[in-house]
């Protein structure tokens, strides 16, 4: 079912779940209202190779679609309360929100929250990551140590040949090509600890009304907070990184806790969770719990990507995790 499901379309990914597969207009039309919650404005009549594709992966706060459009289709979708990111990977799209038109394609991706109608030609698949606005206010909150004043209103257009853009969508392919959350306990922090990092990354790569905000210089906080983040990070390891208890428990905005960390101690507070983390699976592969597999530990301490998880406990051990199983 999945290969009949993937059936012309150039890329698969593990973590994403069929939404549907159209070949026929009447069979797309009764697909798009329930499943995309859009309406369709214009819909290419049944020709030879007509196929519209989705999948999707439904996160803890955020929702990750791949789109392949075999045909000209243009959908409306209504004002939402989540942001719609376009990161396409071929072909091209026009997505108008209100009087500006964003074209979707290469490196050019676009953000929209309100009523907007996206045009997509033939041959344009996407990833359509659907955030919260909620979640996105909470952690830009975090990030810039204060209350939100006014609305956060993204640019529509969303570069990601930069390197926060390229950062985006390689986390975005994190997201989609692992395991799916309900093979482990452990599935669902993973997913979350990766979804707060696309939002910072997103902030990050956009422009948006607290750009000069978050771009303005930090002031340092206290050793003392640092150390209170460490022991919280040992004592919460197995959990996703919250960046408003890291905000609360140190009083200060995360970007001046993550500025006083890389000036203290050398590193980030995420760079921090990771050696810790690393130290609990160096542990459970010498004591082999419940038989647990080399990559059911890597998902159980947060490293959703087996070949990263195996490339930084190499660099931090000096043998790969198999070695460190079959020996001890």
């Known amino acids: 079912m999945r290969e009949e499901y993937c059936r012309g379309s150039k890329r698969m990914h593990e973590g994403l779940i069929p939404a549907f597969r159209a070949v026929t207009t009447k069979q797309f039309e009764a697909a798009a209202p329930l499943l995309l919650a859009a309406d369709i404005r214009t819909l290419?009549?049944?020709?030879?190779?007509?196929?519209v594709a989705a999948s999707k992966r439904a996160g803890t706060v955020t929702t990750l679609w791949f789109c392949d459009y075999g045909a000209n289709v243009a959908l409306a979708f209504a004002e939402a309360d989540y942001f719609?990111?376009?990161m396409p990977f071929a072909g091209q799209a026009v997505t108008e929100e209100g009087r500006r038109k964003t074209g979707v394609s290469g490196e050019v991706g676009c953000i929209s929250r309100g009523g907007a109608t996206i045009a997509f030609q033939p041959g344009f698949q996407q990833f359509a990551w659907r955030v919260p606005v909620a979640s996105v206010t909470k952690i830009l909150s975090a990030l810039i140590g204060e209350p939100l004043v006014r609305p956060?209103?993204?640019?529509?257009?969303l570069d990601l040949a930069g390197p926060m853009g390229r950062r985006l969508r390689m986390l975005a392919e994190v997201l989609a090509s692992s395991p799916a959350p309900g093979e482990s306990k452990f599935g669902l922090s993973v997913d979350l600890e990766i979804e707060q990092t696309m939002i910072v990354t997103l902030l990050a790569a956009a422009n948006h009304t607290y750009r000069a905000i978050l771009d303005r210089n930090v002031d340092c906080c206290a050793p003392k907070q640092v150390r209170a983040v460490e022991m919280y990070i040992q004592e919460n390891?197995?959990?996703?990184?919250?960046?408003?208890?890291?905000?609360?428990?140190?009083?200060?905005s995360v970007r001046t806790l993550?500025?006083?960390?890389?000036?203290f101690r050398g590193y980030t507070p995420l760079e921090f969770a990771k050696k810790v983390r690393?130290?609990?699976?160096?542990?459970?592969?010498?004591?082999r719990p419940e038989g647990m597999a080399v990559g059911a530990i890597a998902t159980a301490c947060g490293f959703p990507n087996f070949s990263a998880f195996s490339r930084d406990f190499a660099a931090a051990y000096g043998v790969p995790p198999s070695s460190i199983r079959r020996f001890s």
């Open 44 to 51: 290419e009549k049944d020709r030879e190779g007509f196929r």
């Open 84 to 86: 719609r990111v376009q």
């Open 152 to 157: 956060l209103e993204f640019d529509p257009v």
């Open 237 to 252: 390891w197995s959990q996703p990184i919250d960046y408003e208890a890291l905000a609360s428990l140190s009083a200060v």
């Open 258 to 263: 993550f500025r006083t960390f890389k000036s």
């Open 278 to 287: 690393l130290q609990k699976a160096h542990e459970m592969l010498l004591s």
